[in-house]
């Protein structure tokens, strides 16, 4: 079993991960750096987007708080 795992994790390095290598030597730069590029960029996405989520649940809510509908005029 362990070696199975063992071909597996060897499989995917060498092939799943070597989009990073392949970055990194073309931008000369080292494989570890571009890893970690593209998780902080990741991180920063789904925080942006959960931001924008957030503002927009506070605007609509107080739109409704500033503009309340009125059924007739006599409601005044």
């Known amino acids: 079993?362990?070696?199975?795992?063992?071909?597996i994790r060897y499989y995917l390095e060498k092939h799943g991960?070597?989009?990073s290598t392949?970055?990194?030597?073309k931008l000369g730069m080292r494989a570890k750096?571009?890893?970690?590029f593209f998780i902080y960029?990741?991180?920063f996405t789904m925080g942006v987007g959960?931001?924008?989520?957030?503002v927009?649940?506070?605007?609509?809510?107080?739109?409704d708080l500033i503009y309340t509908k009125r059924t007739s005029v006599f409601d005044l």
């Open 1 to 7: 079993m362990s070696n199975f795992i063992s071909d």
């Open 17 to 19: 991960f070597y989009v």
């Open 22 to 25: 392949r970055m990194a030597d």
């Open 33 to 36: 750096n571009v890893r970690l």
């Open 41 to 43: 960029a990741s991180f």
């Open 50 to 54: 959960f931001i924008v989520y957030l």
């Open 56 to 63: 927009l649940a506070f605007w609509l809510k107080l739109k």
